[in-house]
């Protein structure tokens, strides 16, 4: 299985930077975990790696550096995940291009891949939960609901192996030492702090693992 950072806001070589996160996921089928901020920025970097069309993408909230690329790859999506609460408005236009699945609760989409369901009050978010040989791997937006939070949900699915994507404020450090792979991405405030554990890996638009 290949995970690989397509939008956030560092980058290497011809990928761009900017501000929000989007990361693809290979296996038998083809997700994309939200959408970066811009369309064009999200095209070019998708055109590096030569990826066009998706079984699903999966929104995590409905903030402009989550969704705002959206309409560079719905044309080319079977079906988009988001959350029941999601605008009206954003919903309409989802379903207009693609199969809109609208989510509330935890549940399993396609074989080894889930969603945590809506977690938070305030924002709330949905993360993706991958299975592989090794555990379970999360993937965060920006973790508005608490990274604890949002990995207590996780952990109904199975053991976790690894978090990937946006920390957000959280700080408690140690906590992520139990896991094997820790990848800080996009809004996370203390992701030089965590890039140094022994655990860490670099995050970056361009930055690519097999699990």
Request: net charge negative; glycine share 8%.
């Amino acid at each position: 299985m290949k995970f690989t950072v397509v939008y956030d806001n560092e980058a290497r070589g011809s990928f761009i930077a900017d501000w929000g996160f989007s990361c693809l996921i290979e296996s038998k089928v083809r997700i994309l975990f939200d959408t970066g901020a811009d369309p064009e920025i999200l095209s070019h970097n998708l055109s590096l790696i030569d990826v066009k069309d998706f079984d699903y993408v999966v929104l995590s909230h409905e903030h402009y550096d989550h969704v705002g690329g959206l309409s560079a790859v719905i044309d080319n999506t079977s079906h988009v995940l988001a959350l029941k609460s999601f605008s009206r408005r954003l919903k309409k236009y989802i379903s207009s291009k693609s199969d809109l699945i609208e989510v509330l609760e935890p549940f399993e989409f396609e074989r080894g891949f889930m969603t945590t369901g809506s977690v938070g009050r305030f924002i709330e978010e949905q993360s993706l939960v991958v299975e592989t040989s090794k555990g379970k791997v999360v993937i965060t937006g920006c973790s508005h609901p608490g990274l604890e939070e949002i990995i207590k949900r996780a952990e109904g699915f199975g053991r976790v192996f690894g978090v990937l994507g946006g920390f957000h404020g959280f700080e408690k450090i140690e906590i992520l030492e139990r896991y094997d792979l820790v990848v800080p991405c996009h809004c996370t405030v203390y992701k030089e702090e965590i890039t140094r554990m022994p655990n860490a890996m670099r995050c970056f638009a361009g930055c690519s693992f097999r699990i």
